[in-house]
């Protein structure tokens, strides 16, 4: 298997907006290169002592302030790529492209951005990588961290004394290659609103649920049930591994597979008028089309929460829990990310 890198040069403020714009052209993820400084809480939550490095210091050979974003997507036998993109209804569909026409929606991409953010060099080199063995070597990659008092910790860590004496709870996840690991600021966001709104009698729906994150610790704050959908099926043994890792019976959550914004069969199954929290941490371009759908679920009171924001689109996703008809409760902001709650009334 080989992989086609797409490397963008950018500059360090740009690199979370640009990474949020390609995925709407079907790039996920990508691998950072900067000489960006590690943060105090960087550091806290890898457990490291790092000295700060002066630019000369520096043996990457990026000068300081510049940056790279590193894309990798899979090329087949014939040269094309394969890229799953939403479609109208929020369903997501595989498109081929050449590398051309990959390289032209990048460029397309970053055009628009720069017409109103300072992103830096902008240009797009492509080559092709040999195969990787992704399935493994992303793991050098995620270590324990703290979101407040919760510790997020992998299977191939262990806890410290430290850990014993800071944290009030303690997650176990391991995502796999396809899904979050509660590092990312959307899905912080979203565990502090569910932190704050989830009690004991909650009936939680979570949409895109993925690794189950979100549904797992809504369980732990006390909650009485969960669903979660997703389009993924792979999806249903990643929650099932992490629900066992945390001791949560398995009789607590329920799994479909299947769009619920558009396939009634999936609204259906789910179930109208009975979820006190809905939960979302998912592209705006899917939250738009999903916030009057999931109204039909939400009881009355019911509340929804709402990430996956970039900041250039918060306006856009806020419009559509308004046009909905919800009252709009909170706005949260971590870094250029974005969090909604709202009430169905």
């Known amino acids: 298997m080989k992989w086609m890198r797409f490397r963008v040069r950018t500059n360090e403020e740009s690199e979370d907006i640009i990474v949020s714009y390609l995925e709407d052209i079907g790039l996920e993820g990508a691998q950072i290169e900067d000489n ?98 992704w399935i493994n070597n992303w793991k050098q990659y995620f270590h324990k961290f703290y979101i407040d008092d919760i510790l997020v910790i992998p299977s191939w860590e262990k806890e410290t004394e430290e850990d014993a004496n800071r944290a009030e709870m303690v997650l176990h996840i391991d995502p796999g290659t396809a899904f979050g690991t509660g590092m990312h600021e959307t899905t912080q966001l979203c565990i502090r609103m569910l932190k704050k709104y989830v009690n004991e009698d909650t009936e939680l729906l979570d949409v895109g649920t993925g690794s189950g994150v979100l549904s797992i610790l809504s369980l732990m704050f006390g909650a009485k049930h969960a669903v979660g959908t997703d389009l993924d099926k792979c999806a249903v043994p990643a929650v099932k591994e992490n629900m066992e890792n945390n001791n949560i019976p398995l009789d607590k959550f329920d799994m479909m597979i299947g769009n619920i914004i558009d396939d009634k069969a999936v609204q259906d199954k789910v179930g109208y008028d009975k979820y006190d929290i809905v939960v979302a941490n998912i592209l705006a371009n899917v939250l738009v089309p999903l916030t009057p759908v999931i109204l039909n679920q939400l009881k009355t009171g019911g509340i929804y929460i709402t990430s996956g924001i970039i900041n250039t689109k918060e306006e856009e996703v806020k419009k559509a829990h308004l046009d909905a008809g919800l009252e709009i409760l909170e706005i949260h902001h971590q870094g250029d990310w974005v969090s909604i709650t709202s009430r169905k009334n």
């Open 36 to 133: 960006a400084p590690l943060s105090a809480a960087d550091k806290e939550q890898m457990f490291i002592d790092a000295p700060e490095l002066e630019p000369d210091e520096m043996d990457n050979g990026i000068e300081s302030g510049a940056a790279y974003l590193n894309f990798f997507v899979e090329i087949d036998d014939e040269n094309m790529l394969t890229v799953e993109l939403p479609d109208d209804n929020g369903e997501y569909v595989k498109l081929k492209k050449t590398p051309e026409e990959m390289t032209e929606a990048i460029r397309e991409k970053l055009d628009e951005l720069r017409s109103f953010s300072d992103i830096g060099d902008g240009t797009i080199s492509v080559d092709v990588t040999e195969d990787i063995d």
